[in-house]
């Protein structure tokens, strides 16, 4: 069996850092196992950083240097329909994200900022301190977001219990560290607990090796220097030291994996949420009041979540929508009479296949006036959704073929028939579905989609779950 294939497309320098490029790695070792990854990187990644996550990834191809336009050519060539993309990086916006879903992939977004519009599939961010209402996004995106979805390596994924040393200290600032927030924090460090001992942590992009070097001379402290050492040897480091100082990062969570006294020292502005949520819950304190620490863990779990994140898009690349046409008319009659879509239905008269097939005939509208669409996985026949559209309101109907049911394919129907529906009809400015309040799989199925619920008066014991659909974010067709 053919794996499905992930692109990601991130970049680290000594400038920008390592945390894009780095997070990718993580999840693409979480991945590996089901799908086959690829990262495409930029041109003015140094050679040092890739070797750093070459491990990761089955294969690693250099984006050329050039405008955004024919970087976006080329992208678009290099992944093809049916993939998934990841991109990590503050320039993938959304005429970016756009042009990768116009050439028929999924996209998901990695993303710690809440900043600009969102024509994702997915986004995670793994800080604790967001929320659905930080972010403008495509009614289609799907929000993951807090620490449950956190990016770490290996080693990081089942913890065993630490062997901390009294009195040892961790300073990490990741692998770049522009700022050499290493150096200074480590004299303040010395400066309030002169017998601890330090392990510091720096990376291929560290710019400030000599300067360290030359300090921790002049400290006569304790201190062992750690240069590009592997995730294995990171997570040693990190449970053999009773503290750890840190910023509010992807460093900070795989101390906590480990359990620990964390102090943090923001380094960035999108770091400032996820340090008063981490201070604030009390896993860390913040750096001023090293070394008077508590203890703090993170539990594990969170590799699971994130490969049903992607096993649910992996099938949903497998699901194509078309619409219903006059040869259907026997299918669909077969799904009408199915016991569990009567036993669903509003309707209590069940009509003949000669009734049905009159109906069948005024409702079957190929092409731009189309609002019947069946759904087809591997060329079979799973579903159907229909729509009655009255003004800027279309109201749906779904089902889910008997053989089909049970595998996830409800909220997957209604997401793809949705996004052709409003490929044609570009004015709709609301979907709505009415379902009986004993048919939970069809509540979390909307809900799942973003709708929200609401009791309605329409049918008795119901519920109407709404979708707002602005003309913002319509999908461009082509999708």
Same mark, same amino acid.
């Given at each position: 069996?053919?794996?499905?294939?992930?692109?990601?497309?991130?970049?680290?320098?000594?400038?920008?850092?390592?945390?894009?490029?780095?997070?990718?790695?993580?999840?693409?070792?979480?991945?590996?196992?089901?799908?086959?990854?690829?990262?495409?990187? %930029?041109?003015?990644?140094?050679?040092?950083?890739?070797?750093?996550?070459? !491990?990761?990834?089955? &294969?690693? =191809? !250099?984006?050329?240097? /050039?405008?955004?336009?024919?970087?976006?050519?080329?992208?678009? =060539?290099?992944? +093809?329909? *049916? /993939? @998934?993309?990841?991109?990590? +990086?503050?320039?993938?916006?959304?005429?970016? !994200? &756009?042009?990768? &879903?116009?050439? %028929?992939?999924?996209?998901?977004?990695?993303?710690? @900022?809440?900043?600009?519009?969102? =024509?994702?599939?997915?986004?995670?961010?793994? /800080?604790?301190?967001?929320?659905?209402?930080?972010?403008?996004?495509?009614?289609?995106?799907? $929000?993951?977001? %807090?620490?449950?979805?956190?990016?770490? &390596?290996?080693?990081?994924?089942?913890?065993?219990?630490?062997?901390?040393?009294?009195?040892?200290?961790?300073?990490?600032?990741?692998?770049?560290?522009? *700022?050499?927030?290493?150096?200074?924090?480590?004299?303040?460090?010395?400066?309030?607990?002169?017998?601890?001992?330090?392990?510091?942590?720096? %990376?291929?992009?560290?710019?400030?090796?000599?300067? $360290?070097?030359? /300090?921790?001379?002049?400290?006569?402290?304790?201190?062992?220097?750690?240069?590009?050492?592997?995730?294995? !040897?990171?997570?040693?480091?990190?449970?053999?030291?009773?503290?750890?100082?840190?910023?509010?990062s992807t460093v900070s969570y795989e101390y906590l994996t480990t359990g620990g006294k964390l102090f943090l020292q923001v380094i960035a502005d999108n770091q400032v949420g996820m340090f008063a949520w981490l201070v604030s819950k009390g896993y860390a304190k913040p750096f001023d009041v090293f070394p008077a620490g508590t203890y703090a863990r993170l539990e594990a779990g969170f590799v699971d979540e994130l490969r049903k994140i992607f096993s649910r898009l992996a099938t949903e690349q497998t699901v194509r929508i078309r619409e219903v046409l006059p040869g259907d008319v026997h299918l669909t009659y077969d799904w009408y009479m199915d016991q569990e879509v009567r036993r669903q239905s509003y309707s209590e008269e069940i009509a003949g296949f000669d009734q049905h097939s009159d109906w069948f005939a005024r409702r079957v509208h190929p092409g731009p006036a189309a609002t019947w669409f069946i759904a087809m996985h591997d060329d079979v026949a799973i579903g159907q959704a229909r729509f009655d559209i009255q003004g800027k309101i279309a109201t749906i109907g779904y089902l889910v073929d008997q053989q089909a049911r049970g595998n996830g394919f409800a909220p997957i129907i209604i997401k793809k028939a949705i996004q052709r529906l409003t490929e044609l009809n570009s004015y709709l400015s609301e979907v709505r579905g009415y379902v009986k309040n004993q048919n939970h799989v069809s509540g979390k199925a909307f809900l799942n989609l973003g709708f929200t619920r609401s009791p309605t008066t329409e049918y008795p014991d119901s519920s109407v779950y709404v979708l707002k659909i602005t003309h913002e974010n319509i999908p461009h067709r082509g999708i």
């Open positions: 069996m053919v794996k499905p294939v992930v692109f990601f497309r991130a970049d680290g320098s000594n400038t920008m850092g390592l945390g894009h490029i780095t997070r990718c790695s993580a999840l693409a070792e979480i991945l590996r196992g089901s799908f086959r990854t690829i990262l495409l990187t %930029g041109a003015a990644t140094p050679v040092p950083v890739i070797d750093t996550v070459r !491990q990761s990834f089955n &294969r690693i =191809e !250099q984006v050329p240097d /050039s405008n955004l336009t024919d970087e976006l050519a080329f992208v678009a =060539e290099t992944i +093809g329909a *049916g /993939s @998934i993309v990841v991109l990590d +990086g503050y320039h993938f916006g959304t005429a970016y !994200q &756009r042009t990768v &879903r116009q050439s %028929g992939c999924l996209l998901v977004c990695i993303d710690d @900022i809440c900043q600009g519009f969102f =024509e994702a599939d997915v986004v995670i961010n793994t /800080s604790g301190h967001v929320s659905p209402a930080d972010y403008r996004a495509a009614w289609f995106t799907r $929000l993951y977001l %807090g620490p449950a979805y956190r990016l770490l &390596r290996k080693p990081f994924w089942q913890p065993v219990d630490a062997n901390k040393t009294v009195g040892s200290v961790l300073i990490n600032f990741g692998g770049a560290d522009p *700022g050499n927030q290493t150096l200074r924090a480590l004299e303040q460090c010395v400066a309030s607990a002169p017998d601890h001992s330090y392990e510091i942590v720096i %990376g291929a992009a560290y710019q400030f090796k000599e300067e $360290l070097y030359q /300090s921790i001379r002049l400290l006569k402290a304790n201190v062992r220097v750690h240069e590009s050492i592997n995730a294995q !040897q990171v997570y040693d480091l990190m449970a053999s030291c009773e503290f750890a100082v840190t910023a509010p």
